[in-house]
């Protein structure tokens, strides 16, 4: 079987040489494939002019819902995945984290459609005033890139790789090519064809290159964004690219690290952090085969219970299963082809010249249901750097498999210090119960991780684990790791996105963000705004309420019913000392009281309540003050009706929007003395 890439809608067979792609557990030919003859300026072009246009017309929401049904129609086929990707040497385990793990970053990122607004571009912070009588004020917007995402991904990874980064550039808006590494490419395909067969992404969403993609990165342009996985030299190479630099593509790189687990001084044997410890250890140099950019690549535990550790290690590596994935049995399947198994035979070498083996043989293993011979299979290898400060090589070089080194510190601070000899990593844990130790260990090391994991007792049943980054956290690190930053809920979008500063009159920055600004125009309704549905609603519609008479009795009441009686609110002899002059009215009689004046009684569209997103109090209102409420329509978020299912045949929901409205209460000054946005669930007029 040849593979194909998928070219400007088209599925296509590179010409020329061909790789062979072999099943990793018993060495027989998968398939073949090239990307000879591809015209991979074309490719991005076509991408650029076919792809990026609808993704860019639509909304986040609906770039949402097109994720979370790509993910559902996936997830549905998932099974197939896993067939395919026994093949790579991966086990059950180590396919659910490639698999769902990738679909669930396309549900993680669907999610962010409720939080990135309604219009197909993102509105950044808050306004900023920049004149004295507000007539010019600055905002920002982030709009999406007229260019292609470039991924080029790892090897270990061949699902995981391409989700985790597609599922953010088309949040986004932005079209993706995808490069997975060739070796496991073929799991890549199977789940390309079924994206494309889907018709759920737009043509030209996405395309696939399975061979080599050298010239790929001559065609970029400054519109595009290059993302890359892989090894730290790798990167640097590519990230060097003459058309990288002349035309200040965006790179995001994310770079195999010396990733550090640290046993806490608490962590004893006997103790529960001790034991998680060894488990996640031990998880860490099988799972995947030790394939794993994040894997812990340099354990670090206090002098005193390094025998201990040895020995416990030595325990469970020594009961894992080896072996084909579709063997009863096996915990632990092979590296991705041979020829990975003698690149980490060669770090090996060069590890041992500062460390020696102490659990495992790199030229023997016993294997279940394979032929070891035919199989890229390897030994757990654990090795110890009696040390680390003399012997640097384990700072320095790493070997991607089933290898991690054993090495002793004094003190935390020491640990610490040691951490931050493999120069920047995508993450590191410290196993411990004690807030004081995991405070030293991440206040101190934070600077030289991109993540940070405190293992205990108390998360340990809802732990993901030391190398499972998660789609709603930031997934890089500095240094070595790259520089880069990777998913991240609304942070990895915004990779695709170019943030504009925007000027002008609040009316005008109304109109360009469709939020409304202070000082901007307004509408007086002829209808009082919570009769009108949600489609009826325009960005400024006002409402200017009657006014209320602020009363000493006002306060007393308010008392009584809160059960608020502070100082400020009940003695008028406390206030030296105090920004007041009198007692005050409480801050939330004022927003209570602003509800009864905005607040229309009878039944209408708006269904409930849906909170309040900020609240300030910005001048003191005492008895005798007047206030009234302008409350104005700030921002529509539109919100998907759920649809009928066997258990609700009628729906589940009514159709419906979020609106946001500005409640400025202002006193008879015409100052304000309180600002609050309210969101409100109201109901449209088209129930379909």
Not at 34 to 46: R, T
Not at 206 to 233: E, K, N, R
Not at 557 to 571: K, N, P
Request: glycine share 10%; proline share 5%.
């Amino acid at each position: 079987m040849q593979l194909k890439n998928y070219i400007a809608g088209q599925w296509v067979a590179g010409s020329g040489k061909q790789a062979e792609l072999v099943d990793a557990s018993t060495g027989e030919l998968i398939a073949t494939t090239s990307s000879g003859g591809l015209d991979f300026g074309a490719m991005l072009k076509y991408g650029r002019e076919v792809g990026g246009p609808p993704l860019r017309k639509m909304t986040f929401p609906e770039r949402g819902r097109m994720l979370k049904a790509l993910a559902l129609h996936l997830m549905e086929r998932k099974d197939k995945y896993y067939q395919i990707s026994y093949k790579t040497g991966a086990t059950k385990p180590d396919s659910w984290v490639d698999i769902e793990g990738g679909i669930g970053n396309l549900f993680a990122n669907a999610s962010l459609r409720r939080t990135l607004g309604n219009m197909p571009f993102y509105v950044d912070g808050e306004a900023i005033k920049t004149s004295k009588n507000g007539t010019f004020i600055g905002h920002h917007i982030m709009v999406p890139k007229e260019g292609v995402a470039v991924h080029i991904n790892a090897f270990n990874f061949p699902i995981w790789g391409m989700l985790e980064k597609v599922a953010v550039n088309w949040m986004a808006g932005v079209p993706a090519v995808v490069k997975p590494a060739t070796v496991t490419s073929y799991l890549t395909e199977a789940m390309v064809k079924d994206i494309v067969a889907s018709g759920i992404v737009p043509e030209g969403a996405i395309q696939l290159i399975c061979g080599s993609a050298d010239g790929l990165l001559d065609h970029v342009m400054q519109q595009d964004v290059v993302t890359f996985t892989g090894s730290a030299s790798t990167g640097r190479m590519l990230k060097r690219h003459p058309r990288i630099v002349d035309e200040s593509v965006p790179f995001n790189m994310e770079a195999d690290s010396l990733n550090a687990i640290v046993l806490g001084p608490d962590a004893v044997p006997g103790t529960e952090e001790f034991d998680l410890f060894i488990k996640e250890v031990t998880r860490e140099i099988t799972l995947k085969c030790g394939q794993r950019c994040t894997g812990a690549r340099r354990i670090m535990v206090p002098e005193n219970v390094l025998e201990d550790v040895q020995i416990a290690l030595g325990k469970r590596l020594g009961s894992t299963v080896i072996g084909d994935p579709r063997a009863e049995g096996v915990r632990m399947g092979a590296l991705a082809g041979k020829t990975q198994r003698e690149e980490v035979k060669r770090a090996l070498g060069e590890l041992l010249k500062g460390s020696q083996v102490v659990f495992g043989d790199p030229d023997s293993v016993n294997v279940t249901g394979a032929d070891a011979a035919k199989g890229a299979f390897m030994s757990p290898i654990l090795l110890y750097n009696n040390d680390p400060w003399k012997n640097q090589v384990s700072h320095n070089v790493e070997a991607f498999g089933p290898v991690s080194t054993l090495m002793p510190y004094k003190d935390l601070d020491d640990a610490v210090a040691l951490s931050k000899l493999g120069k920047g990593s995508l993450v590191a844990t410290i196993a411990t119960h004690n807030d004081k130790y995991a405070q030293q260990f991440v206040w101190g090391a934070a600077s030289h991780h991109g993540r940070m994991l405190v293992l205990n007792r108390d998360m340990a049943k809802e732990n993901t684990g030391h190398g499972s980054p998660l789609a709603t956290l930031v997934h890089g690190g500095p240094g070595r790791a790259g520089g880069g930053e990777e998913m991240g809920g609304k942070r990895g979008v915004m990779h695709y996105l170019q943030r504009t500063a925007i000027q002008g009159h609040p009316s005008m920055i109304t109109a360009l963000t469709q939020q409304y600004q202070q000082g901007a125009t307004y509408h007086i309704t002829e209808k009082h705004p919570f009769q009108l549905h949600f489609e009826e609603l325009n960005i400024g519609d006002t409402l200017i309420s009657e006014t209320h008479l602020v009363t000493l009795q006002n306060i007393e009441d308010f008392a009584a019913l809160s059960g608020d009686r502070f100082y400020a609110h009940m003695d008028e002899n406390a206030l030296d000392g105090t920004p007041f002059t009198g007692r005050v009215a409480h801050g939330y009689f004022i927003l209570s009281r602003a509800a009864g004046l905005f607040v229309d009684p009878p039944k209408g569209p708006v269904l409930l309540n849906y909170g309040i997103e900020e609240c300030r109090f910005l001048k003191p209102v005492y008895p005798g003050s007047t206030i009234k409420v302008k409350f104005t329509c700030r921002e529509k978020l539109d919100q998907e009706k759920r649809p009928k299912t066997a258990d609700s045949p009628k729906g589940a929901d009514v159709a419906r929007g979020i609106v946001k409205w500005l409640v400025d209460v202002v006193d008879e000054t015409g100052e304000t003395v309180a600002l609050a946005t309210i969101l409100t669930m109201v109901k449209k007029l088209d129930q379909n």
